[in-house]
């Protein structure tokens, strides 16, 4: 199957605290907690049968930005949430201390 990246929609899930994307009827998501100044990544899951096409990243892209335009810190928990700031390094500063 073939997804295209640019037809994927992430949607912020505030209640249920994560960013998702639902493709075929199955959830694919970032899990989060949003304290004070700061959001944890705490877990990225993508189905099976979606894996190795994007779709982790798109989410974790989505979530950085939000981070990014509330001038949230990112606390990286999620393996692959740090994978991607080790390839992405833009958004490395969103993991540092704020002055406040």
């Given at each position: 199957m073939e997804i295209e990246p640019d037809r994927i929609n992430?949607?912020?899930?505030?209640?249920?605290n994560r960013f998702e994307v639902w493709?075929?009827?199955?959830?694919?998501?970032?899990d989060y907690t949003e304290n004070g100044g700061s959001i944890a990544m705490t877990h990225v899951g993508?189905?099976?049968e979606f894996r190795?096409?994007?779709?982790?990243?798109?989410?974790t892209r989505s979530a950085l930005e939000?981070?990014?335009?509330k001038s949230l810190r990112v606390i990286p928990i999620c393996p692959y949430v740090i994978s991607y700031?080790?390839?992405?390094?833009?958004?490395?500063?969103l993991t540092k201390?704020?002055?406040g």
């Open positions: 992430v949607i912020q899930n505030a209640e249920e493709i075929e009827g199955l959830l694919a998501k970032l993508v189905p099976v190795g096409m994007g779709i982790a990243a798109i989410i939000y981070a990014r335009s700031l080790r390839r992405n390094p833009q958004y490395m500063e201390n704020r002055e």
